[in-house]
């Protein structure tokens, strides 16, 4: 049996949202930044438990301020992921208020932060980050792939 399942991927501009999807889609990187304009749309079909789990991957254009994302990107979605850059405090300083703002419209979908650029962080930002950040995330780098896999899966298994 196959679900389709719609995921957004949202957060400031150029925290790594495209280049995760990259990543988990098609395990690659590339340095070079194209700022994505509206939304691309790509997918992958993944196991979970014996469910095949099409997953409609909405990578949306950055924005600092979650009111200015159109709220109909997010209609039908059946789950978030939320990207924010490790090196970039400015992408993260008002997290709270960003899921706030989203969980206005989409109470109740499931919902995964990211906390993007891992490699360019040490351990001691690492810990750093989970003193300022008062919501749970996981540490991803879209360049190495460390944790890519392991949160898209975490997200499919969450919208189940």
């Known amino acids: 049996m196959e679900i389709v399942k719609k995921v957004i991927l949202t957060g400031h501009f150029g925290v790594g949202k495209s280049s995760l999807v990259k990543q988990f889609v098609f395990q690659k990187f590339s340095d070079q930044y194209l700022t994505t304009i509206g939304v691309k749309i790509d997918k992958k079909t993944v196991d979970i438990d014996g469910t095949s789990v099409k997953m409609m991957l909405w990578d949306i254009a950055g924005e600092s301020n979650m009111i200015k994302v159109p709220k109909k990107y997010f209609m039908g979605a059946h789950g978030i992921l ?79």
């Not at 206005?104 to 995964?112: A, C, E, N, Q, Y």
């Not at 650029?117 to 749970?136: M, R």
Request: aromatic share 8%; glycine share 2%.
């Open 82 to 160: 939320y990207v924010f850059d490790a090196t970039r405090e400015e992408t993260y300083q008002n997290i709270e208020n960003d899921l706030f703002e989203i969980n206005k419209s989409m109470r109740d979908t499931p919902f995964v932060v990211l906390a993007n650029k891992a490699d360019l962080i040490d351990e001691k930002l690492a810990e750093t980050l989970k003193t300022k950040i008062n919501v749970p995330f996981r540490l991803t780098s879209a360049k190495s792939g460390d944790n890519v896999e392991a949160s898209f899966i975490e997200l499919a298994k969450n919208m189940l």
